[in-house]
């Protein structure tokens, strides 16, 4: 049996190649569904009869209960924050518990956020023979950095105080890191003793690309930079810049997901630019709806270095560079991104410094 928790369609798309290019066989598909995603989100990605189970999972109380509602609304943001962990978080815990004593003889456990508190409980109880993380943007790398530093897996550091830990085993929550752990991932990490590897070169969907045709757009794929702390009046000068590179071309800005919509608004009234959005993830959209830009670009984004294994010299991919400086919360995170870009380099993959 394998098993699969994700939480977005982009953790979905690598959940399908996963599937496909290791051919396995009783595949489980537990999805949580998160605020930014609601169910409707996964229906474009999810073929029932490819899975042996696929379960929704909600990690909220139904939204409209009256005593959910006066919390979730609470104007005392500690209030608020003590409903999320002591009722929202445990109560998801218990969801998961349940899950984990339904499945035996788990041999591959796929996660798609090994960020999440829940998501490391849940590998816990689980016990799987192999424990595999699935490419979740960037974080891959952040993630593989923290073990290689033997630093706690948060987004912050400095986050998972003495006090979380306490809030956590009160919940019944088992946070601990893996001892070993497998990325499938596309990028070339150097990882620690006991973790390891499986390429991911997404042989599926290379073989459905096959099919796609050009078009004449330039599209950039936009990101929110919050947790890397960039400034939003940084974002807008340097999106006129790239908009000036480009002032030849058909340019389509793609938001992000969890882009600002003010942001988004901004660029299409400030700067006049012309902006698409996509129900499915990028890599989907070119490779199996079947339309090659030509160019695709954006700052820094995981989608470049997947479409970078899928298409190879059929799509051309720049990456504009921004000063790691730039980013208070992250700049060695940042300059790592840029480093293994720069280390990709090729005719049709490259930074280009604005």
Known sequence: ?????????????????????????????????????PENSYKPLVVYEDW???RFIPSKIKSGHPIAEYFRTHPSERVRNYYDTFVELRNLRKRLDEIARSVYGVENLFLGNYFKVYTRHFSNIIKPQRLCLLDDGNATLFINTMRKQD??????????????????????????????????????????DGDSIIKNEYRYFRKMMELSQPCDEVFFLGSTMASEGFPEDLYMKYMAMVQEYFKEENFVYIPHKCEPEERVNCLKQT???????????IEYQLSVRGTIPKVLTSFFSSAL??????????????????????????????????????????????????
């Open 1 to 37: 049996m394998n098993v699969f928790l994700i939480e977005t369609p982009h953790q979905l798309l690598n959940a399908i190649e996963a599937k496909n290019t290791l051919e396995l066989t009783d595949n489980h598909l537990f999805i949580v569904i998160l605020d930014g995603y």
């Open 271 to 281: 700067l006049g630019m012309n902006v698409k959005r996509f129900d499915v993830p």
């Open 305 to 354: 270095e997947n479409c970078r294994v899928i298409f190879g010299p059929h799509l051309h991919i720049k990456s504009f560079y921004i000063d790691p400086v730039l980013f208070p919360l992250a700049p060695d995170f940042v300059k790592d991104v840029y480093d293994y870009y720069r280390s990709k380099s090729s005719p049709y993959f490259e930074v280009v410094d604005l």
């Open 151 to 192: 630093s706690p897996v948060v987004r912050v550091q400095g986050y998972n105080t003495i006090k979380d830990n306490i809030i956590y085993n009160i919940i019944g929550l088992n946070i601990k890191q893996a001892e070993n752990i497998t990325f499938f991932t596309t990028y070339d990490l150097e990882t620690i």
């Open 52 to 54: 042996e189970e696929v």
